[in-house]
């Protein structure tokens, strides 16, 4: 309202009437909207700097599409308005014109095409829009609004609109609308330039002041004429721009979240407030920089991040303009919203650095699990003190509300995050955490795109630019799900992922996708992957499991990471509108495009209440040293597609017995069922990179790796299976050899369990071959299925070794006498030795011929 306010005062200078609050749109809504800018939580958890504005509401649909319909109308009436005044301006054009080219001009030529500019390419744009708007509103009485005579015989336009069906749509004319608000850039930009020439011109002609000190323009259906002034007249587009946002506001906060206008009137109201950015800063920042190249500094992005420094993690308003990084903190001074410098960084030569957040200390996560306890609590107690009610909240609700913000925000600024690192030439650092890797990658991306347009570093004017930032922000507040969130699209119970395979990765890599969703702080919003194999078709068939509530978007973002694994690349992004009616308690598969990359995953969502969220932080079970049966990740297979693949048995005779078979999951087109675990990611990952890397290293299970790096990859998967992966990337393929060894070594139970051991040696001592093969091989199919599965994972793997033999040195009987004592031990009562490890080194060499 600064620029409206000090044009009112401008003409009142010169004795011009201002305009009057029945030439406005409903100046109550105005009011509204200026009040939810600038009312500020007075118990916000950061004590000096509120930042959220209560916009809490409890309004029912039908009150929504009540206040709706009041907004449409004064959108209606105030376009019929703003029309009649754009014709009574264009009305001496014409003429003035005309007498352009006579002996006595009032005007020349160049002055008129001046005074006039993009007037007329104004009155069409609203001109359509108008007659678009009613078409929509009153179908059956489409008139032209310079007609009097359809002026005459109109009954109110949208009295009828709440009697209408719900999904009527209006989103898509102001979409359209504010795509061409660029028409009012030339105007804006020219529009000092009319006001000195009319000026003037009044001043040096009677004939132009009489006409423009007395413009009249009638309007109604009773034609009551309005005395305007021709500076007056010239002031309403500027008033008119600056009002466009504010109404697209107030209509998307009055339009029902599950409206097919919502998400349109939202995408409309984002471009306006862009455009309005760019009006400030020419209108506002009067001691704005002109660059070079004949540029303006502009308002790119804006959101709230967590500023890292000396004094602890704060949160923070950054700002993205042309040329530079503005960081500032959010004050209030009474109720007016202010912002305070922190700092600034120009574009030209920032490097950027990324980086995952690591776990916070086990003291903090109690204290993290606690509070999101806490929020579970709130949001029972506002459910059931705001259930079934449709007036005005009590100060109890108030109190709840500030209390679950302050818990939300808590988090968002002490969660464990993503780290950006700012580096200027100049010597300046700065790091700030996002809430989210999406987050991080469209900031990342954002400057990146600046920067490399940025040639040059104007010194700014900070007090200036700082000011500046309440007219130009676009985010009006932190990401906090409470105030965003409506009951009527209400998404609460258990949301699976199942990310299955990606395609399109143009070089080899090991890849995971971060999946997040947009839902309350009380659980886990965000998961990935495992680090995939060294490939370009990266398969993961991992299913990620949420409890949500009130999730409407899925959020992923696709990461490979370089052969060494000391970086990450972000590849792409994507987001994924979540659908409850194609999802519920059932799996729908999609595949979405993140950049170069697809990735092809499957959803299902399944209701139920949600239980209250652990005070226990979650922290990842060890690996070492426990039940294979519990290390296991369960996955999910294909329901009505499982194949058998065969073990056959190589007999002397070189016949196979195709009696046997185990059964694993393969790839169908139909739905998932619960299947049993397959082979702990620590033998999959081990493997993966010895496969990688190690198959033509010599002695590759018989040398040992360095003891330090072996012990420092056994904690890595006791604690954090990510880093655990990134390591396998860098330490000598040895140690990861000799990881492997030590995990089988120190099961506390076998992978062939001890009972068998007994039934084994009788098995080797039968004469007949096919006898002795059937006999192992049932034995081999009585394990218990993680058992088997990783067995016969690991068999296939060393056949696969065995085959470089010749450069790796280790035969079948090499890798039988290496790996038998660890995978098979006798009972305990058992005590010779000779017996035993004969019995370990034979069978598992037996194994390697009877598997294929």
């Known amino acids: 309202m600064e620029l409206y306010t000090e044009a009112v005062d401008y003409l009142k200078s010169y004795g011009i009437t201002p305009v009057t609050e029945d030439e406005i749109m409903d100046s109550d809504l105005l009011q509204d909207v200026f009040t939810e800018e600038t009312e500020w939580v007075s118990h916000s958890p950061l004590q000096t700097e509120p930042c959220l504005p209560s916009t809490l509401t409890t309004e029912s649909p039908e009150d929504l599409l009540q206040k709706r319909t009041v907004v449409l109308k004064g959108v209606l009436i105030s376009e019929e308005i703003y029309l009649t005044e754009l014709e009574t301006l264009l009305t001496p054009m014409k003429a003035l014109k005309a007498a352009a080219g006579t002996s006595q001009p009032v005007l020349s030529t160049e002055q008129v095409q001046t005074v006039f500019y993009q007037i007329p390419e104004l009155r069409d744009l609203h001109k359509a829009f108008y007659t678009s708007l009613r078409a929509k509103l009153q179908p059956d009485e489409v008139m032209d609004p310079g007609s009097q005579q359809g002026l005459e015989r109109e009954e109110d336009p949208v009295t009828q609109l709440c009697h209408r069906e719900h999904n009527l749509c209006v989103g898509d004319l102001f979409h359209k609308f504010v795509n061409q608000l660029g028409v009012y850039r030339g105007f804006i930009d020219n529009y000092e330039n009319a006001v000195d020439i009319v000026q003037k011109c009044m001043q040096s002609d009677q004939r132009f002041r009489t006409l423009a000190e007395s413009m009249m323009s009638s309007r109604g259906s009773d034609n009551v004429k309005t005395k305007y002034t021709f500076e007056a007249l010239l002031y309403k587009p500027l008033d008119r721009v600056m009002k466009t946002t504010l109404v697209l506001h107030d209509l998307w906060k009055h339009t029902p979240p599950d409206h097919p206008d919502s998400i349109t009137l939202q995408e409309a109201l984002r471009l306006s407030s862009s455009f309005l950015s760019g009006v400030n800063e020419r209108s506002h920042c009067k001691r704005s920089v002109k660059l070079s190249r004949g540029e303006r500094r502009q308002l790119m992005r804006d959101g709230f991040v967590v500023d890292v420094s000396e004094n602890g993690h704060n949160l923070r308003h950054l700002f993205l303009y042309t040329d530079m990084l503005l960081c500032a903190r959010l004050t209030s001074a009474g109720r007016q919203a202010q912002y305070r410098f922190c700092w600034y960084l120009p574009l030209v030569g920032l490097k950027l650095h990324w980086a995952a957040e690591h776990l916070p200390s ?24 705001t259930k079934g009610s449709k007036v005005s909240v009590s100060r109890a609700v108030d109190r709840l509300r500030r209390k679950l913000e302050e818990c939300e925000i808590w988090l968002l600024t002490n969660m464990p995050s993503f780290t950006l690192d700012l580096h200027s030439t100049s010597g300046k650092s700065h790091t700030i955490r996002l809430f989210s890797l999406y987050d991080l990658t469209e900031w990342k991306e954002a400057i990146e795109k600046q920067s490399g347009n940025c040639i040059e570093m104007v010194p700014p004017d900070l007090l200036s630019v700082t000011s500046s930032c309440i007219k130009l922000r676009m985010t009006q507040q932190p990401p906090v799900h409470c105030v965003q969130s409506n009951e009527s699209a209400h998404m609460c119970g258990s949301l699976y992922v199942m990310v299955q395979s990606a395609c399109g990765l143009q070089n080899p890599s ?32 991992e299913e990620l499991v949420f409890q949500v509530d009130g999730a409407r978007q899925l959020l992923l973002v696709f990461v490979s990471q370089t052969e060494n694994g000391t970086q990450d690349d972000i590849v792409g992004r994507a987001v994924l509108n979540l659908d409850t009616d194609n999802m519920l308690k059932k799996w729908k598969k999609v595949t979405c495009s993140l950049g170069q990359v697809d990735v092809t995953l499957s959803i299902k969502y399944m209701p139920h209440p949600l239980e209250p969220p652990s005070t226990t932080p979650l922290v990842q079970e060890p690996v070492f040293c426990v039940p294979i049966g519990q290390v296991a990740i369960s996955l999910q297979s294909y329901e009505g597609g499982l194949s058998s693949t065969t073990t056959s048995v190589q007999h002397p005779s070189g016949r196979c017995s195709g009696s046997h078979s185990t059964t694993t999951p393969v790839r169908s087109h139909t739905s998932y069922r619960q299947e049993s675990v397959l082979v702990p990611h620590i033998v999959r990952s081990c493997v993966e990179e010895i496969e990688r890397r190690g198959l033509k290293e010599e002695g590759i299970y018989r040398i040992s790796g360095a003891s330090s790096e072996i012990q420092a990859l056994k904690h890595a998967f006791n604690t954090n299976y990510r880093e655990a992966v990134s390591k396998l990337r860098t330490v000598d393929v040895n140690a990861v050899s000799g990881t492997l060894k030590l995990y089988f070594r120190e099961l506390p139970l076998p992978l062939i369990p001890s009972e068998r051991f007994r039934d084994l040696a009788d098995a080797l001592d039968i004469a007949d071959p096919y006898l002795r093969a059937d006999s192992m091989l049932t034995l081999l199919q009585a394990l218990p299925d993680v058992n088997r599965n990783t067995l016969l994972f690991l068999l296939h793997h060393l056949r696969r070794v065995a085959e470089r033999k010749e450069e790796n040195k280790m035969s079948l009987s090499n890798l039988a006498t290496v790996f038998g004592p660890s995978l098979l031990r006798p009972p305990v009562a058992r005590v010779d030795i000779s017996q035993e490890v004969e019995v370990q080194v034979s069978c598992f060499f037996l194994f390697f011929f009877f598997t294929k």
Do not use: G
């Not at 890849?511 to 398969?539: G, H, I, N, W």
């Open 510 to 541: 090991s890849a995971y996708v971060c999946v997040e969703v947009d839902s309350f702080e009380f659980y886990e919003r965000r998961k990935q992957t495992c680090l995939s194999a060294f490939c370009v078709t990266p398969q993961w068939d």
């Open 362 to 385: 086990s003291e903090y996560q109690v204290k993290i699990s606690k509070t999101r306890a806490k929020m579970y609590q709130l949001k029972q107690a506002l459910q059931q003190h």
